[in-house]
């Protein structure tokens, strides 16, 4: 389960933290290396000069960007490097103003095979206005640009950042083992398309704590191979909500296992916890996994799993879900749902869902009891105020 992940990621953080704030570092100022702090000059080709000086050093190195405001186009830190790096950010990092310069990238700050690294501090701000304006017109536009991404890392930590405007995902954790993501304030419109807060995915031993996700799209997306995530003291909405999935897009996809989401609080989303799959053959999975300790504050599906994933009913009409759900627990989850049904378990037919257990869950709508809305689902309640009767079956 996710227990022993989350005390190796809490260990990771303290132990790399101690070391960083104790050994006597190289430090490298980005203004030393061409550029200006007016949010004006280009500064795309100093940050990378900057990083090289750093990632080559035998000495644990910082690169340092002070305060002011510094305008970056997409770039990419490479490792891997000869020490460990802090990378700290008392500045705003801005992004051009026209979308189109880091939206066809994929990318705006990416580190890629970058090991015992410590990102912490500063504000970013990838102006993506313009983007989501090109999303809603129909017109052909670029991919877009995940904000921070980190790809083939160990021994991460990322802390105290602020991400505003995202043009798609503000944080991607893609192919990492043991990362901590801890106070982060991830901040986009209501309805600013694709714009999750954390998408995880292909990692091993990640923790996400004491942050803030206010976003137009899932607060946490999780995707295929990820195993022994900790989420806890979070804060989502509005948003999609934290979300296992889609899972199941291809045949040959790996699994979800051994996740757990504790003391946290939805204000005013579109959905609490969510899995989601699509309604094809697969050899994905999802396993092992614990919501526990959560508040709901008028979100539109505090409980729902949707094994009938099919958008524009193509590629997977008529077709039941192959990705086996087994062994989840919803436990002392309370507050209100914004619609009279609180729970929706709409598992596959082909592959019913195993070992749900249901525990204290009470969530009301208008003052009312909430319902259930069950199909194909194995398992167990107790101790629920939602009306639960024929949902699950033994």
């Keep these: 389960m996710a227990g022993p992940g989350r005390h190796h990621a809490l260990r990771l953080l303290s132990l790399l933290v101690l070391a960083w704030a104790t050994s006597t570092r190289a430090a490298y100022n980005v203004l030393t290396y061409g550029t200006k702090a007016d949010g004006a000059t280009d500064s795309t080709a100093a940050f990378l000069r900057a990083w090289a000086a750093a990632c080559g050093s035998t000495r644990d190195a910082t690169v340092y960007v002070p305060k002011g405001k510094y305008l970056i186009g997409a770039v990419d830190f490479r490792g891997p490097c000869k020490s460990r790096i802090v990378f700290r950010v008392d500045g705003a990092l801005v992004a051009p103003a026209d979308y189109r310069v880091i939206g066809k990238s994929d990318y ?158 939805f204000v005013g989303s579109d959905n609490g916890v969510r899995i989601k799959t699509w309604a094809r053959p697969t050899t994905s999975f999802v396993k092992n996994v614990v919501f526990q300790n959560l508040v709901m504050r008028n979100v539109q599906n505090p409980i729902i799993i949707d094994q009938n994933y099919c958008p524009s009913n193509r590629g997977c009409p008529n077709q039941s879900s192959g990705v086996k759900i087994s062994g989840v627990t919803y436990k002392n989850i309370r507050g209100t749902s914004a619609t009279p049904v609180a729970v929706t378990l709409e598992c596959s037919r082909s592959n019913p869902c195993t070992g749900i257990q249901l525990q204290d869950i009470n969530l009301m709508y208008m003052n009312k009891l909430t319902t259930s809305s069950c199909s194909n689902v194995r398992g167990t309640s107790t101790g629920a105020s939602v009306v639960l009767s024929g949902c699950l079956s033994s």
């Design 108 to 265: 705006w700050i990416r580190f890629v095979k970058v090991n015992n690294i410590l990102y912490v501090g500063g504000n970013l701000d990838a102006r993506g206005a313009g983007y989501w304006a090109c999303r809603r017109s129909g017109r052909s536009c670029p991919t877009g640009a995940r904000s921070l991404t980190f790809n083939w890392s160990n021994n991460v930590v990322i802390t105290s950042v602020t991400s505003v405007n995202s043009q798609v995902t503000h944080l991607t954790i893609n192919n990492c083992n043991n990362v901590v993501v801890r106070s982060v304030r991830l901040y986009a419109p209501d309805q600013s398309p694709n714009t999750d807060g954390v998408h995880v995915q292909g990692s091993t031993g990640v923790t996400i704590s004491k942050s803030i996700f206010m976003t137009g799209d899932d607060c946490i997306s999780i995707g295929p191979n990820t195993k022994s995530l900790l989420m806890t003291n979070l804060m989502c909405g509005p948003g999609h909500g934290v979300s296992i999935g889609s899972l199941g897009r291809d045949y040959n996809e790996g699994g979800v296992q051994d996740v757990m989401l504790v003391n946290s609080v």
